[in-house]
């Protein structure tokens, strides 16, 4: 059957319409009351022998789990459309980068952010026996357990705790996990030439001075590891040609 919808009204073409078939004549014999209540009971005795033939609601109207691949496609929409709002706002983008650093470095395990930063932290340890015991190991490990006891416990809890730090706080915080995550060492299974030089720019930047942070050149340290040519470019670097010419005639 072809039929034309306009709005809220069908229209069928007459030649489309099924034959009208003649209404069965009515048995004489059978009283009209008793045809109808015996219609009725019986309806009534075959909803009351399956109830669910009432209950049971039509298919369409069950809340169906939402497809996968349609998920898929929704979701995948809602991600390009925060990556476009999280790049318009600043603010909101340093918060939610700083919470992801704190979830990598202060909760173990926890997977608790969208956003796939990879942060590594490199002990140092086994590249560098006795640097725990020195004064820049024990105050950078006091600023972390400062930063532990200043989170809360559980990582859901996080996002709460950040937004309602100050401005000068996530800055101090956003500083301390980057700080983590800096790998300036030099390894011989692993050149990697142009990180070591990128160091070398970011101390520039931090105007950076090893001394004043605690190293001194010793015998252990330095002087003792290195051939007198080596020792005598670092005094020159240091103190000038006159003081490297005074330590010439040393062994």
């Known amino acids: 059957m072809a039929t034309a919808v306009f709005g809220s009204s069908a229209v069928v073409r007459p030649e489309d319409e099924s034959p009208v078939e003649p209404e069965p004549e009515t048995d004489v014999g059978l009283d009209e009351t008793q045809s109808a209540s015996g219609i009725a009971d019986a309806t009534d005795e075959t909803a009351q022998a399956d109830p669910a033939i009432e209950m049971e609601p039509d298919e369409d109207d069950r809340l169906k789990p939402i497809p996968d691949r349609l998920m898929t496609e929704l979701t995948a929409y809602r991600t390009l459309a925060l990556r476009h709002a999280l790049g318009e706002q600043p603010d909101t983008a340093f918060l939610a980068a700083l919470h992801a650093l704190c ?3 202060f909760y173990r395990y926890a997977v608790d952010t969208c956003l796939e930063l990879d ?4 002990g ?4 560098a026996p006795g640097l725990k015991d020195t004064v820049l190991a024990t105050s950078f490990d006091r600023r972390h357990q400062n930063w532990i006891s200043a989170l809360p416990k559980e990582p859901a809890e996080l996002w709460d705790a950040l937004t309602a730090f ?3 706080s996530r800055q101090s915080l956003f500083a301390h996990c980057i700080s983590l995550s800096v790998n300036a060492i030099f390894e011989l299974y692993s050149r990697r030439p142009r990180a070591l030089a990128h160091a070398d720019r970011l101390a520039e930047a931090l105007d950076l001075d090893l001394a004043s942070a605690g190293w001194s050149a010793t015998v252990d340290s330095y002087f003792g590891r290195v051939t007198k040519a080596r020792i005598l470019d670092a005094v020159r670097e240091a103190k000038g040609e006159k003081a490297a010419r005074l330590l010439t005639h040393l062994k």
Do not use: E, P
């Not at 942060?119 to 490199?122: A, G, I």
């Not at 140092?124 to 590249?127: C, I, R």
């Open 119 to 122: 942060m590594k932290n490199v």
């Open 103 to 105: 979830i990598r470095i």
């Open 124 to 127: 140092l340890g086994a590249q």
């Open 166 to 168: 100050d401005w000068d």
